[in-house]
C-alpha cells in the first residue's frame, strides 16, 4: 500500500482530462471521466490491470519510485497520460 501512495495523484492525457488514482485502504483505484471508479489489481510494481477487464495501467517511474505518468493500455490501443500537480 506505501507503493500506491507513490503513484497516486492527477494524470493529464489530454488538456482538459483528468485520470485520477487514488489509494483507499490497501486498494489502488482509478477515476476516468463519465464512469464509475475502477479498481486496479497489481501485476508488478509498475503495471496493473483494471479489475474484470483487459486494460492495463503501467506507471512510469522516477528514480525515487514516483510516478511521473502512466499508459493506459486497452484492445483498441495506448493512452498515456502525464501526471500534473504536486507530488
Known sequence: ??????????YEPAPGVVFEVSREGDALMMQLPG????????????TFWVENTRIAVTFDLDAEGRATGLTLNAPTGATPAKRI???
Open 1 to 10: 500500500p506505501t507503493t500506491f501512495d507513490r503513484l497516486a495523484g492527477r
Open 85 to 87: 500537480g504536486g507530488r
Open 35 to 46: 464512469i464509475p471508479r475502477l479498481r486496479l489489481r497489481p501485476e508488478s510494481v509498475r
